[in-house]
């Protein structure tokens, strides 16, 4: 069951009209978008709500109904709720098929994104798709056995296949392409790290053993002239 509702400034008369199934919550959602730090979300209503104040505005449910109509959602999410049929997804690519972004357009984007900053998360996954995307399963199956050969570099590789050296790297070391066959290089340098740390630690033991055996000698020497003397 569905309601239509209306939220009303009382000041100057003008009105908003929704769709929702459950009204309590959507007034609620309304007020936390208003007041909420995330201008995404904040349309005209929610500007004019944190405007002139919650006492301003009234809202009422006054029918129900069965969503069997034109409605594409259940009310709430905007264009953004509405699921595509693949059908329609194929007419609009289509549509746009071949289309090309005047200057002027690219100008506004341009403008629009200014200032805007992705993550560095975000950068990561999106130079690690772009790369990705390049290559096959096949290719990188390539990378991983002619860089054990040794003879390749990692910027070898990257020149040969058209990517970033970075993105050989983490081929190399099994960080992308899980799903496919993990050679030894992880796990040389596994061993070569618990051989360095090992190793530390054994000269470290070697070195306490003969500090002691030292001490040792010094309080034997000691205790000897004390029994000559006495």
């Keep these: 069951m569905y309601y239509v509702y209306m939220i009303q400034n009382i000041k100057n008369g003008k009105v908003y009209i929704g769709k929702t199934e459950y009204p309590k919550d959507r007034w609620q959602r309304h007020l936390r978008d208003a007041f909420g730090n995330d201008k995404r979300y904040q349309q005209y209503i929610h500007r004019a709500i944190k405007k002139h104040g919650v006492d301003s505005f009234t809202f009422n449910a006054f029918q129900s109904f069965e969503n069997e109509g034109y409605n ?68 990188v ?34 960080k992308t392409w899980k799903h496919l066959p993990m050679f030894p290089y992880t796990y040389k340098k596994q061993i070569v790290k618990l051989t360095q740390k090992w190793l530390v630690l054994f000269m470290q033991s070697i070195l306490i053993t003969k500090v002691i055996k030292q001490s040792l000698k010094k309080n034997w020497r000691k205790n000897t002239i004390r029994q000559k003397s006495n």
């Excluded at 972004?101 to 999106?126: M, P």
């Design 141 to 174: 199956v390539e990378i991983r056995e002619k860089y054990q050969t040794s003879q390749y570099t990692f910027s070898e590789l990257a020149n040969e296949y058209g990517v970033g050296r970075n993105c050989i790297m983490n081929i190399v070391k099994n």
């Design 72 to 139: 594409l959602t259940n009310g709430g999410e905007g264009k953004s709720g509405a699921v595509l049929s693949q059908e329609t997804k194929d007419k609009i690519g289509k549509a746009h098929l071949g289309k090309q972004i005047t200057t002027e357009t690219r100008h506004k984007l341009s403008v629009a994104n200014k200032g805007k900053r992705h993550r560095e998360e975000t950068k990561a996954k999106i130079r690690g798709n772009s790369a990705i995307s390049k290559l096959t399963e096949i290719q």
